[in-house]
């Protein structure tokens, strides 16, 4: 055993012997450091919190709200005016759409202790995103 290491270092000190110690280019050291500079630059990219496709889900799901309001108002309105009609959607439908909805008093508090963290943890998330950017 002691002898194949012996012989496997005796081969390498000849590969060793026998290979010529190269020498980098004059400016090896200057290409090294501008790839370096270029793997360390931060872009800053200006993307909005909030996504178009995000936008849109929102603005159908509110169209989607309001159409079903509409599906169940009662359409006996003398008054055509569009106050009259809104009106008429925001005290009657939309009311009942959502008037049989119960919650408890733990699922009202654990609703709004989430919110109030989630708020928080935007606002800290925001200023260390905001800090990194700056430096």
């Known amino acids: ?74 359409w006996k309105i003398q008054d055509n005016s569009f106050s009259t009609l809104f009106g008429k959607i925001i005290d009657d439908s939309i009311w009942q759409l959502f008037s049989n909805l119960k919650f408890s008093k733990t699922l009202s508090y654990s609703l709004l202790i989430f919110s109030v963290f989630s708020l928080l943890q935007i606002f800290f998330i925001k200023s260390y995103f905001d800090k990194r950017f700056q430096s």
């Not at 004059?26 to 919190?49: A, G, H, R, S």
């Open 1 to 74: 055993m002691k002898e194949v290491q012996n012989r496997e270092e005796d081969f390498i000190k000849k590969m060793m012997d026998k290979s010529v110690l190269e020498s980098p280019s004059t400016d090896f050291t200057l290409k090294i450091m501008k790839e370096v500079t270029k793997e360390n630059q931060f872009y800053k990219l200006n993307k909005p919190l909030i996504s178009r496709q995000v936008w849109m889900l929102i603005f159908t799901f509110l169209l989607l709200l309001f159409s079903s309001a509409f599906y169940f108002i009662d």
